[in-house]
């Protein structure tokens, strides 16, 4: 169980991303308010099992790219409904958003729920506290009606936040966690599984797809998959363990040269962690391969050169996933084209890995709960 544990601390790591708020706001009004959603009329969302039916109960929710370093989703809490702005994460399995009693900074810059103004809010007196790799939130675990969309849940045990530390400089309001019970800090029955629970999801899956180039256009969607966010058939990677978003990977190679994973290693599929993470020295060999240098806290590339750079293949359960320069290159603010290989401050004694969004843009990526495995494909 403690491994368990300390994967959690990995999730949303983009906290350790410094994105300057008041650049989140102006993005907000530059994006149109028309997203792709109303090219993909629900009616042509097809069910999972069955390629071809045409299921009505798939909700596709749409998300925000932040720069290519955060997908943000809206839901709200309460009756009447408040909003907030969350991450998605496959990587934690709780919910939670800051309460108005929580006077730290870091709360006081985002949208806190206001308990007193809601008819269907229930408190408790359990308490919860979760350590993510950029910081800790405390809080209690209270009770009211989540909404994702058109999903609904009554009754949902979340977290409030009361105290946050390291949490000033992110650019959403809280976290809804994706992953199995098991990883759950708080103990409370994530909000998936109550869905899942309830029947209010036809099948046991969510998928993601992420855009590129800060586009619009991202999307989670519960209770199916609509194929027309992916090319080619879905490649299936059962689970090591029901439990945790993590899967077996073959190898890490450029050019059929192996450069990582070799005789294989564990990879966790994670949609709140921004870029690729694996062992240090491993991940420092790869800056040599690719001939990045190392500048402050990065590793940079002449920005000339990304197109020349080698080709990073993944191979999972045989199949070769491969990430081209120009993917695995952002470029920052003052000009730096870093890579996006990071090391994984975990030193468990299996080599783990951590495919984030730098990965899950190139590969639509779908979370089965109902066969423990992940689908990958090709995204559009
Ligand atoms: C959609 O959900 C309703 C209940 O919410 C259920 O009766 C119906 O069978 C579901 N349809 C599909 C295609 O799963
Ligand atoms: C979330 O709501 C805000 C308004 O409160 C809106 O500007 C934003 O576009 C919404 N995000 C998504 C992904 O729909
Ligand atoms: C919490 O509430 C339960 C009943 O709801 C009660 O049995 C328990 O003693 C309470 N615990 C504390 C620490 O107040
Ligand atoms: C996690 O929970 C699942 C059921 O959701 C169970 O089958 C599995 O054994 C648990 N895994 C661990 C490591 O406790």
Redesign the pocket.
Known sequence: MKWLVLLGLVSVSECIVKIPLRRVKTMRKTLSEKNMLNNFPKEHAY?LSQIS?R???LTIHPLRNIMDLVYLGNITIGTPPQKFQVIFDTGSADLWVPSDFCAVQACSIHARFRHLQSSTFRPTNRTFSITYGCGTVKGIVVHDTVRIGDLVSTDQPFGLSTAEYGFKRIPFDGVLGLNYPNISYSGAIPIFDKLKNE??I?EPVFAFYLSKDGQEGSVVMFGGVDHRYYKGELNWVPLIQAGNWMVHMDRISIERKVIACSGGCHVIVDTGTAFIKGPKSLVDNMQKLIGARPRGSKYCVSCSAVNTLPTIIFTINRINYPVPGRAYIIKDSRGCCYTTFKENQLSPSTEIWILGEVFLRLYFSVFDRGNDRIGLAQAV
């Open positions: 069910r039916f299921g009505s109960n029947g209010a036809s």
